[in-house]
């Protein structure tokens, strides 16, 4: 099921034909409150009345027209005013083959940091993590970043092999790292085949980023995950270790485990909900099936009951 859901994410012929479909275009409503900002800030402002904080994605990816990547650039200088105007904590999470990243480095450099920019000091700018083709590059623009900006944060992914090396060499840098499991398709010998191997790294990624050394570097750790026992295990843990609950987040997705995001907010722990909006969802909504059997049984119940 995941391989079939990850090919589909590839597809343009299917991106171009599924998303004329009612019935697919209800489903991904689940996930997302809309493909425009306006709706992106209206699902904010309602988080915010239960303390739940929000990061925003514009969606699209691997852009191939330096004009293309400028718009997208100008649409979150834009988002980021409107954020301000509006009083809310939101923050961006951008993807660096939609700045550009395919057509060059400088290219893409130059539009992250006028993004980076514009947030302002107090407002992290998430480097999304791609395909592990992409992650080097990735890596090299955060720590560029990084060393101009105090707030940016990159994301990294527990499937991968390699993110225990790379967390800790990012761990002195201090900035902010977002922990996914990860959604595209790689082989055996670049990312864990087994579910049952991912959740192990990524637990034993949460202790890095919540070590000791990490916290002393000023590290944010945000930890992205749908998978309830994992984020028990961690509070769990957390707390043994005299951790306090504002000292790290939870982020989950807009629409998946709402009482959760909900139970988190209450209780005192940093609950993020990432809201994706934009027209190009497909792709993305197909890897977020792909991640966890449990969202198809999410979206076949919302259908079901809509």
């Known amino acids: 099921m995941r391989s079939f859901f990850l090919a589909c994410s590839q597809s343009t012929w299917m991106r171009e034909r599924a998303t004329r479909y009612p019935f697919v275009r209800r489903a991904v409503s689940k996930f997302m409150p809309g493909e425009t900002a306006d709706a992106a800030l209206a699902a904010a402002q309602i988080l915010q009345k239960v303390s739940i904080g929000t990061v925003f994605t514009y969606l699209g990816e691997n852009i191939k027209d330096p004009a293309e990547a400028e718009r997208v650039t100008t649409h979150y200088l ?30 893409c450099y130059q539009n992250l940091r006028r993004i980076i920019a514009h947030a302002g000091a107090g407002s992290t700018v998430w480097i999304d993590m791609e395909a592990s083709s992409y992650v080097d590059a990735t890596l ?83 930890l992205a995950t749908h998978d309830v026992k994992l984020i028990k295990r961690i509070s769990d843990w957390a707390q043994l270790q005299g951790l306090e609950r504002t000292g790290f987040e939870f982020q989950m997705l807009y629409g998946i485990q709402r009482q959760e995001q909900l139970r988190l907010a209450r209780e005192g722990w940093k609950s993020i909900v990432l809201i994706a909006y934009g027209s190009y969802w497909f792709p993305w909504y197909m890897r977020r099936l792909a991640e966890r059997p449990a969202n198809v049984l999410f979206v076949l119940r919302g259908l079901f009951a809509s």
């Open 78 to 107: 834009d988002v980021l005013d409107r954020v301000r105007q509006m009083g809310l904590g939101t923050e961006v999470a951008v993807k660096l083959t939609q700045l550009g990243l395919d057509l060059g480095i400088e290219l």
């Open 140 to 222: 090299d623009l955060y720590r560029r970043a990084l060393a101009a900006f105090p707030n940016v944060g990159v994301c990294v992914q527990a499937y991968l092999h390699r993110t225990r090396h790379d967390v800790q060499g990012l761990i002195p840098l201090g900035g902010a790292i977002r922990l996914v499991k990860g959604a595209y398709q790689e082989p055996p010998e670049v990312a864990f085949p087994r579910k049952a191997e991912v959740d192990e790294n990524y637990f034993a990624l949460t202790q890095q980023l919540l070590s000791s050394e990490a916290r002393s570097h000023g590290l944010r750790a945000a």
